[in-house]
């Protein structure tokens, strides 16, 4: 690359990751972003993204790969290949399919007059039941798919310190596990995940029924409704469950290269991670401070799969390693049952009523499923469309379907789900597949726990329906694409 364009690259690098350290702070505590002034300042900087990323790629189209990307020097091997060529294509045929529903839409809704408009539509292509909506889906899933290439794009650029420590791998092999990067990356999102976690416990104890003190919801307005910045409380402890294992493979990891740079125990640069394991306290304890029963349940879960995880990577270490391992997990679960079983106790008493309610309105979006089976009703439609199936005027009118899968079939159909599910497993798998900047096998294993917690979620509640769950949610996936398996 000549000069002007090595510049020109590195200036449009950092002003990426400047983007996205703000997208990662700002998002959930601007309430979870869920209200419009907040989608489009989410939008905006996923769209700057996307240019910076587009930017980037012709910088580099044609000529030798910038010093700072090593990665890229080398060919792909051909798996990698395979599943960045698949993950493109998949990117595209979403879009593809939000468009085409929205171009070719089957009605369009009027909210005042609560009717719908039939127009001319081609039945054999994706199309909506409200055009509306589905333009504005759209809006926000171009933005996420910027922010995810744009994310890995990023990743996939090595600091001054991984290219040192490369130059140096004949004295410290094997000993950076986990990119600079990436760790700044978790670091920030982990520490404000805590910080998030710590104010909504202030605020639960005061008693307010206003998110950060300043803003009066106009649904779920009892105190106990609301947590930190989230309108609703599942919605924190989704937020808190897809942080705190990450943060702990990031520790994990981190732990592991501490012991082979400064093998000497009394180098006080070895214990200097620990610090760590103190955002993850807050929000294993803040997740159960929600109050969530779904949240409670999840976390339990993820703590199991996490102690399972670590077991298995310390089982030819020393009794002592794993009686830690057992220590620290029970801390973790005393810490959460302590501080937020009082009130999570109450509401575990009525966990069924609340499922029976559920139940009911899942059988009216079945129906809804079974007479739209390939294209769905359209993405962003379901919230309008719904009250055409209700058995009468009565019957609860849900705007989420508290139950992400569900409400994914009957807005996608069943073509829009599968390359959805599609694009999910090969954002997990591509870590088999070398070619990327390597991370410990621990921390990728971790990452998926926070990936399995809110898919949990989502089938008994709406996280993907929230903008700020659903950027960190493509963030992790984002992550796990962006990485590869470390040869062994």
């Known amino acids: ?159 001054a310190e991984d290219t040192r420590s490369e130059r140096e791998s004949d004295r410290h092999a094997g000993v950076t596990l986990v990119p600079r990067r990436l760790k700044n990356l978790v670091t920030v999102a982990g520490v404000n995940g805590a910080l998030i976690a710590v104010e909504g416990i202030v605020q639960r104890v005061s008693g307010t029924p206003k998110p950060l003190w300043l803003l009066e919801m106009s649904v779920n307005r009892d105190a106990l409704a609301q947590f930190g910045p989230f309108g609703y409380r599942s919605n924190a402890a989704q937020f808190f469950n897809l942080l705190w294992p990450v943060l702990l493979g990031l520790w994990w990891t981190l732990a592991r290269e501490a012991r082979r740079r400064f093998p000497s125990r009394t180098d006080p640069r070895r214990h200097r991670h620990h610090w760590l394991l103190l955002p993850v306290a807050a929000m294993v304890v803040g997740a159960f401070f929600t109050s969530s029963r779904g949240g409670a349940f999840v976390t339990l879960g993820c703590l199991a799969l996490a102690a399972f995880v670590m077991f298995v990577g310390v089982r030819h270490r020393h009794a002592s390693v794993k009686f830690g391992v057992m220590l620290l997990f029970g801390t973790l679960l005393c810490l959460g049952l302590y501080f937020g079983w009082d009130q999570l106790g109450e509401r575990l008493s009525d966990t069924r009523g609340g499922l029976v309610t559920r139940e009911a309105i899942y059988d009216t979006a079945r129906q809804m499923a079974r007479e739209h089976p390939w294209f769905g009703v359209g993405p962003g439609a379901f919230e309008y469309v719904f009250q055409l199936y209700r058995s009468s005027p009565d019957e609860y009118w849900p705007r989420q379907l508290h139950n992400d899968w569900l409400e994914t079939l009957v807005t996608f159909g069943w073509s829009g789900s599968l390359m959805l599910l599609l694009a999910m497993f090969v954002a997990v798998t591509r870590w088999i597949a070398p070619g990327n900047p390597s991370v410990d096998w621990r921390f990728a294993a971790l990452t998926c726990v926070s990936i399995v917690g809110v898919l949990v979620h989502a089938r008994f509640d709406y996280p993907m329906q929230v903008y700020s769950v659903l950027l960190l949610t493509m963030m992790l996936f984002s992550i796990l694409f962006s990485v590869s398996r470390r040869a062994s």
Request: glycine share 6%; hydrophobic share 55%.
């Open 1 to 159: 690359m000549t000069l002007r364009a090595l510049l020109a690259h590195r200036r449009c690098d950092r002003i990426s990751g400047f983007l996205i350290f703000f997208l990662v702070v700002f998002a959930p505590w601007a309430f979870g972003s869920v209200r419009p002034g907040a989608i489009w300042t989410v939008n905006v900087v996923c769209y700057l993204l996307g240019g910076l990323w587009v930017a980037k790629w012709l910088l580099r189209a044609g000529r030798e790969s910038p010093p700072d990307r090593p990665s890229c020097a080398a060919g792909k091997p051909l798996l990698a290949r395979l599943a960045d060529g698949l993950m493109v294509a998949l990117t595209a045929g979403l879009l593809g399919f939000c468009f085409f529903s929205a171009l070719n839409a089957r009605a369009v809704y009027q909210p005042f007059e609560m009717v719908f408009d039939y127009r001319d539509y081609i039945a054999w292509l994706p199309h909506s039941y409200d055009r509306a909506n589905t333009w504005d889906a759209l809006t926000r899933y171009v933005a996420l798919a910027c922010f995810f290439w744009s994310l890995r794009d990023w990743l996939a650029g090595a600091d």
